[in-house]
């Protein structure tokens, strides 16, 4: 293989390389379009229907947490009735007797 030939298939090889390089290129510069697409994606609606929900899970725990105390008010009136109707059978029984 004579000088020239080397240089031919060394000139020829760059090219191949030079070729796959811009390919690569080309394949970064979509990647990072990706990449840009992705990250407007999560700022622009994904943290702001994370926002969104949080907000009315926190009504919603609030909400809970008024229902459940309104409960144990109840449960305690009922509690109260409960002793008073007893206390109100023990003075009848007692009037009765006496």
Do not use: F, W, Y
């Amino acid at each position: 293989m004579t000088d020239s030939e080397k240089l031919d298939l060394i000139l020829s090889k760059m090219d191949q390389m030079e070729s796959r390089m811009d390919q690569v290129e080309a394949k970064i510069d979509r990647m990072e379009s990706d990449i840009r697409n992705i990250e407007l994606t999560i700022e622009n609606e994904i943290r702001v229907n994370i926002r969104q929900v949080a907000e009315g899970h926190l009504n919603l725990s609030k909400k809970l947490h008024e229902a459940l105390k309104a409960g144990a008010e109840n449960e305690m009136l009922s509690i109260r009735v409960n002793v008073l109707e007893s206390e109100m059978r023990r003075v009848k029984e007692h009037l009765q007797i006496a």
